[in-house]
């Protein structure tokens, strides 16, 4: 199954709820290596990239604060 929260709270739920049996994912490169190489794929996946401000960039007091799922 394929979950797609919207808020982080929904995604914690969720990992709390299943456990190792999720398998989070912010882009899919690794795990759809995992999936050509072997016939068994993960049960459930937690696809991230719509959380909100999961991808966020923000310049504060001169650092640079980088979530998750910033990208290059």
Known sequence: MFHQPR???EAL???AEMGAELTPLGGGTDIVVVMNRSTS???H???LTHVEKY???QREN???RLSG???F
């Open 45 to 47: 996946l937690l696809d």
């Open 69 to 71: 799922g910033a990208t």
């Open 13 to 15: 739920s969720l990992r």
């Open 7 to 9: 808020h982080i709270d």
């Open 62 to 64: 001169g650092s640079w």
């Open 55 to 57: 991808s966020e960039v």
């Open 41 to 43: 794929g993960p049960k």
